[in-house]
């Protein structure tokens, strides 16, 4: 090949840094990807009195305790129709064929697509929020339990039929739920808090945000998804339903720092920077 090859670089390496390994990969999109390992040191942030807390969702992808939403891309749903029409494209070609291989790259780089797009924006929202922030608190979702499918529900009176069991619904609301990616999103804020010495609280899924004032501290009961604001009957402050969540987070995660709290995850040490493999 006389002509350079097309690189395109997604970070510039760090000077005087010299490259300890190169690895070459191919991917399920055709797209040939070059890993250059160098060790560097990663230099913490200047402190913030900042703290913020995060409560996460799919109407708005996440709600600061500032009052700040930031809304839901969606990647998966932008693309759904292009996907849709690739993959049944792909199914009416014949196996082992030249056309099969060129429709099956055509899906693999729509996929590669919309994984990159969500990608970029969990690294952007979570760099933003180490950064702005010395004190980040998030709750532990269990992601798995609630992208679970529906149980089916025998009808008693007709022995082999099904009563509606709002399967449909739930189906598109684990597809929203997978495509959110919080896993990802808490995975990135934890290893950029260690990098750049911020502190990241993990409360617990059982604390009742949702049910609480976070202006009186009373709890409030239960309330059905579909109510998003409601007004404290013990102190009359009207409240939004993911605002007064992010606020009860933030509470909690400050009253860890205060008091401490011996359950995992939840109370992070600072530790010096070392050299890190990038």
Known sequence: MREPLDIRWSRTLPKGRMP????????????WHASILVEATVRPLR??????????????????????????????????KRLRHAQKALSRKAKGSNNRRKARLKVA????????????????LSTRLIRENQTVVVEDLNVQGMSRRVKAKPDPNRPGHYLQNGKKAKNGMN???????WSMFRTMLEYKADWYGRR??????????????????KRTGCKPLNIRSWTCPYCGTHQDRDVNAAKN???????????????KGENRKQSSPEPIRQ
């Open 20 to 31: 300890s390994s190169v690895t070459v990969s191919l991917d399920s999109a055709g797209r």
């Open 47 to 80: 402190r913030s009195e900042n703290a913020v807390g995060v409560d996460l969702g799919l109407e708005s992808f996440a709600i600061l305790s500032t009052g700040e939403k930031i809304a839901n891309p969606r990647f998966s749903r932008r693309q759904a």
């Open 109 to 124: 780089r729509i996929q590669a697509r919309i994984a990159d797009q969500r990608r970029d924006f969990l690294h952007k």
């Open 175 to 181: 597809r929203s739920i997978r495509d959110a990616s």
């Open 200 to 217: 990241l609280i993990v409360i617990d899924r059982w604390y009742p945000s949702s049910q609480t004032c976070s202006t009186c501290g």
């Open 249 to 263: 987070i933030q509470a909690a995660g400050l009253a860890v720092i205060a008091c401490g709290d011996g359950r």
